[in-house]
């Protein structure tokens, strides 16, 4: 089967079932790359447009990839530079990667918008890059969801295959290496598996706490690691937690992870979230507001995946009904994101979040309600009060009584003080967000 044919009979699928706008916006610039194992790799050379055409319209192709060759043909949206050549490969599989071969060269250091929150990994990972083995081995950086862990893996490999383009670097998620593991044990090829792995020059290896409870794949891992570290290469991994907090992980192997140095990436600040938008921005010939980029900033804040998607949204709701993009439409776009980032408030109780924030300071649920004023207490009050506004439905004057009878200024003046707070104090949005999660 002859790609060009593929790309031919697709798009004829699509121009017939997609609006003319529709497919000129989203559709007219993209490129067939290559057809491997029954994956149809469709480039773009825009990072914005492939992580919408994969949310948004990657079912609508594997459909009339379906019905127009009546087999498994699958779509993969793929974004790199056009003096780039991405490998025929799923970027999944492990490999020895070659500089003609990045596997997103959209990831480098000079696209990480660094802040307050990131800034000690970015230069963890900057100096490994330019050193590798010489620095930090084992390095482990940790983050919740969306918070650019891979975004930093990919650029130390980026990096090192610029200075050395024969260097042996592998990047893989560790379910790529359970799964490849188990394959090579089916397979009878475990020696072939532990020799690609253990003659790797660096290896970076992503979500290392999906090894947990997989004893097995532990002990193979184990045995990597220590060939690896002997051998004096570089060894990186991300997680979505400290290694003390993984739980089922076997303790050699935690004692292995906490052997080097330990990096987190924290939620950004509000400065900084509107820098990744306006990075964002120069890649595409839109013109955004301020005031839309500060709604979108204020309102999305886990991640930064979801805050591209929100911009993203507004973007390409604007193409498709021809209408400028302002405050008012945008926040009439980002209703149901906005809604679903604050859908907690149906379910989350006053008493909930009481417990959880005087067990998190370990204080009283009584310390919250009382009029102490000792610095231990005030803190932890505050930030039940702006979490109890933030998190659930209820009126100032009905908080206030939740907390010990307080009228309704007493909530609002909390309420700002941890906005004004939040920031500025990174251990404070830590905290919040930490609440947050765990409420949630």
Partial sequence: ???????????EQLRELLSKHTYQTYFSTLKPHSLSNNILYIKTDNAFLKDWLT???KEIVDDCLLKTFSKEISANFICENTSTTITTIEPETPQYVKTNKKFFSVYTFENFIIGESNQFAYASCKSVASKPAKTYNPLLIYAGSGLGKTHLLQAIANKILETNKDAKVIYLTSERFINEYIDSLA????????????NA???????????AGKTRSQEE???TFNTLYESKCQIVMTSDRPPRDIKELE??????LEWGLIADIQPPSLETRIAILKSKLKNLNVKIPDSVLEFISQNVYSNIRE???ALLKIIAASNLTNKEINLENSKNILKDLIKTENSSQSTISIDNIKQRVSKYFNISVNDLLCKK??????????????LSRKLTPYSLPELGQAFGGKDHVTILHAHKKILSLIDKDIKLRQDIHNLEQSLK
């Fill in 307 to 309: 805050l591209e998607s």
């Fill in 373 to 386: 004023r000792s610095k231990n207490l005030v803190l932890p009050r505050h930030i039940a009060m702006y």
């Fill in 1 to 11: 089967m002859e790609i060009s044919d593929v790309w031919q009979k697709l798009n």
């Fill in 221 to 223: 891992f184990f045995h």
């Fill in 187 to 198: 397979k009878h090829k475990i020696k072939a598996f532990q020799y690609k792995y253990r």
């Fill in 55 to 57: 949310e948004h319209y």
């Fill in 201 to 211: 020059e660096v290896l970076l290896i992503d979500d290392i706490h999906f090894l």
């Fill in 251 to 256: 303790e050699r192997l935690r004692t292995r």
